[in-house]
């Protein structure tokens, strides 16, 4: 797979103690990160808009580790050190350095991220990976 890229991945996860939502960060080194800017015409106007797709290869270096979204939730709050994927995560194109209280906190810094809309795990065949799709 031909990586150019990093990522900062944000997971959300609620935090039943403060009743509040909270972001875990992770980078992740060597990725497949790919922008298809659409543009569609309607009745009300032109459309248009960004769609993202990344492809994280089994092997790409992070500090912390994958773990499954039902792992994820189960933990709760015990998931430092680890990361998953589930929509409404946030992709980050890049290393970014900042933790988070909610997703406009990337948009008012002018980060160029994704909403995760759908992922799939393609960690079974020839090239191992999780895939990314989002908005």
């Not at 960060?25 to 309607?42: A, C, E, L």
């Not at 039902?70 to 589930?86: F, M, S, V, Y």
Request: aromatic share 12%; hydrophobic share 30%; glycine share 8%.
């Amino acid at each position: 797979m031909i990586t150019n890229a990093d990522i900062t991945l944000y997971n959300h996860y609620y935090d039943k103690r403060t009743r509040l939502d909270h972001w875990q960060r992770s980078v992740i080194r060597g990725v497949h990160f790919y922008v298809d800017h659409r543009v569609s015409i309607s009745d009300s106007g032109v459309n248009s808009g960004y769609v993202y797709k990344i492809r994280i290869p089994v092997d790409a270096p992070c500090r912390n580790t994958y773990i499954p979204e039902d792992e994820w939730k189960a933990r709760g709050c015990d998931i430092l050190e680890n990361w998953t994927l589930q929509n409404d995560d946030l992709a980050v194109w890049g290393e970014c350095g900042i933790d988070i209280e909610k997703p406009a906190d990337l948009q008012r810094l002018g980060k160029q991220y994704c909403k995760i809309t759908s992922w799939s795990d393609n960690r079974l065949g020839s090239l191992p990976h999780w895939r990314i799709g989002g908005a």
